[in-house]
């Protein structure tokens, strides 16, 4: 099993508010995870990665961060979200060492 | 700094045509690409990939060719069908650690 649990599906958060959004992975122990961003018209951005728990990497230096607290379990956080938070938030693992598998996402809405 | 670039947003074809998407990358360490296809509110699922040991790999309808001299990729859907319509990323890697994805192509295939 190959499978990624994401949640929530939709979120609506006021500006300055926490942020926390949860990424389970099932399948192979030690897998490598990412938070992906999809903002409206542009493609998908790489904000974070992680080869194993504690070890995260940022792409992007930003309002978020994020966490791996066990092995299969990768968190996104913000401690005051800003407008320009809002997006298509994408947890993926790596299915392979040249393979990306995606979970359905997070449609973060900061208003 | 995009490291890779789809230079067109979106792509009309008719059905039973052939449909090219096209891709550009930068880093000349990439060693691996992919595209996917994504479908509004879900994750993008994989669709083919390449080697940068091949210029060429064929799955069905579908068929990625690159051109590393040129650092460019495209991906051809032979013929277009209407489900194909959705947004179009291709993707590169090297070593898998790290997926940095173009902006994404907006296909809609005409019936």
């Known amino acids: 099993s190959q499978t990624i649990h994401q949640w929530p599906a939709t979120l609506v958060q006021p500006v300055g508010s926490p942020l926390s959004l949860e990424c389970t992975v099932e399948g192979t122990s030690n897998p490598n995870l990412y938070w992906y961003r999809q903002a409206a018209g542009r493609g998908l951005q790489l904000l974070f990665y992680?080869?194993?728990?504690?070890?995260i990497s940022s792409e992007v230096p930003q309002n978020l961060s994020a966490s791996r607290p066990q092995d299969r379990q990768f968190i996104l956080s913000s401690k005051k979200l800003l407008l320009s938070d809002s997006g298509f938030y994408l947890c993926?693992?790596?299915?392979?060492?040249?393979?990306?598998?995606f979970g359905q996402g997070t449609r973060l809405t900061v208003v | 700094d995009q490291q890779v670039k789809q230079n067109s947003p979106s792509l009309s074809v008719q059905e039973g045509r052939i449909s090219i998407l096209n891709c550009d990358y930068t880093n000349s360490m990439f060693d691996y690409f992919l595209w996917y296809k994504k479908y509004p509110a879900e994750g993008p699922t994989f669709l083919i990939s390449?080697?940068?040991?091949?210029d060429k790999n064929e799955d069905g309808r579908f068929t990625v060719f690159l051109n590393k001299s040129a650092k460019h990729l495209s991906l051809h859907i032979v013929p277009s069908q209407p489900g194909d319509s959705a947004v179009y990323f291709c993707a590169a890697t090297n070593t898998g650690n790290q997926f940095y994805f173009g902006t994404g192509t907006s296909l809609t295939v005409i019936p």
């Open positions: 390449i080697s940068s040991i091949k």
């Open positions: 993926a693992r790596g299915r392979t060492n040249t393979e990306a598998f």
């Open positions: 992680s080869v194993g728990i504690g070890q």
